[in-house]
């Protein structure tokens, strides 16, 4: 990616309270908080679960493209979509207990 920026890109940077709102929330708001999310998770014993949400991640992003930039969902990424959501559910899910009785 670097040497594709130097080829096609000046390099300057155009300050503006725009940019630098978004950086900050992007820095902070995202990143540190998700981080730190993730950390307290694993620290919780919840590593399996921590692992199937990162699955969740691409339906996420495109229901958010769709919502907010007015992207098209086909009908092939809605399938995906449910497809994946209800295998992290499937795998998140608690197994039902058995139980014993009548077969003494």
């Given at each position: 990616?670097?040497?594709?920026?130097?080829?096609?890109?000046?390099?300057?940077?155009?300050?503006?309270?725009?940019?630098?709102?978004?950086l900050?929330?992007?820095?902070?708001?995202l990143?540190?908080?998700?981080?730190?999310?993730?950390?307290?998770?694993?620290?919780?014993?919840?590593?399996?679960?921590?692992?199937?949400?990162?699955?969740?991640?691409?339906?996420?992003?495109?229901?958010?493209?769709?919502?907010?930039?007015?992207?098209?969902?086909?009908?092939?990424?809605?399938?995906?979509?449910?497809?994946?959501?209800?295998?992290?559910?499937?795998?998140?899910?608690?197994?039902?207990?058995?139980s014993?009785?009548?077969?003494?």
């Amino acid at each position: 990616m670097a040497i594709l920026t130097y080829s096609f890109e000046t390099g300057e940077i155009i300050w503006h309270v725009d940019l630098i709102l978004a950086l900050v929330w992007l820095v902070f708001g995202l990143s540190v908080s998700a981080i730190l999310l993730l950390m307290l998770m694993i620290r919780l014993g919840e590593v399996s679960r921590v692992a199937s949400y990162f699955y969740l991640v691409p339906p996420l992003t495109a229901v958010e493209a769709w919502w907010l930039f007015d992207e098209q969902l086909s009908s092939i990424a809605l399938l995906g979509i449910v497809i994946t959501v209800t295998g992290v559910y499937l795998a998140l899910k608690k197994p039902a207990v058995k139980s014993n009785r009548g077969t003494e």
